[in-house]
């Protein structure tokens, strides 16, 4: 089944412990992107790759880092959390500029 | 800030169409005008796009004016399961692929 797939769905951590969430697709997708949704506000960018090793900031990647070393990964990295990034966070593939993004199922970050 | 506006909500009869509107009349010549439906707090689900022409798939159709500044998802009956916020966004890929969702229709389809 074509899918991207993010784990954790869940994950409570402490200030500063870094983490790492996972995003994978299976469907050899060039883009990529995460995005975090935050009650008020939306769904905002934060990071996006058009292709391997090749990424860019979107809207709010302040406290964020990706990584693009192969096609179907794109990991968010949080190296030091704080409990403003508490948020769920979607990370998406698409195959190119005329096709929609597919959505992963959500990571629910709370940072206490 | 976004590049579109739309009702911040709609209510919708069951079996009746569903057209939710979409302004975006800065929007330029080679950005493509998409959207995509949220169920709750599940991921985003695309539902179609366009660049100048109608389009029509399985879920909707989307009918775009002909100067390109405002659009309309037409779901043809709708149905409980299609109550949900509808994200109408413009998306141009170029040297780069930022992606701004403004904060949608929250579609209720009354029974």
């Known amino acids: 089944e074509a899918q991207v797939t993010q784990n954790p769905r869940y994950l409570i951590t402490v200030t500063g412990k870094k983490l790492t969430v996972t995003c994978s697709q299976n469907?050899?997708?060039?883009?990529m992107s995460w995005y975090r949704q935050d009650p008020g506000l939306g769904l905002r960018q934060i990071y996006y790759?058009?292709?391997?090793?090749?990424?860019d900031k979107g809207d709010v990647p302040e406290g964020y880092k990706v990584s693009r070393k192969e096609k179907r990964n794109f990991p968010l990295i949080l190296e030091s959390p704080s409990p403003n990034q508490t948020s769920l966070y979607f990370c998406?593939?698409?195959?190119?500029?005329?096709?929609?993004?597919?959505f992963g199922s959500g990571t629910r970050l709370t940072v206490v | 800030d976004a590049k579109t506006t739309q009702p911040p909500s709609m209510d919708c009869a069951e079996g009746r169409a569903a057209n939710l509107p979409c302004n975006h009349s800065?929007?330029?010549?080679?950005?493509?005008v998409y959207w995509y439906r949220q169920i709750h707090s599940q991921g985003p689900q695309y539902i179609i796009h366009?660049?100048?022409n109608n389009e029509t798939n399985e879920m909707a159709s989307l009918i775009i004016t002909e100067d390109r500044k405002s659009s309309t998802l037409i779901l043809p009956h709708a149905t409980l399961r299609d109550t949900a916020v509808y994200y109408c966004?413009?998306?141009?890929?170029?040297?780069?692929?930022?992606?701004?969702f403004g904060p949608g229709t929250s579609l209720s389809v009354i029974p």
């Open positions: 998406a593939s698409s195959l190119g500029a005329g096709v929609g993004y597919t």
């Open positions: 966004i413009v998306r141009v890929v170029t040297s780069y692929d930022k992606v701004i």
């Open positions: 790759s058009m292709n391997v090793e090749v990424t």
């Open positions: 366009g660049l100048k």
């Open positions: 469907m050899n997708h060039e883009y």
């Open positions: 800065t929007i330029s010549g080679n950005e493509y």
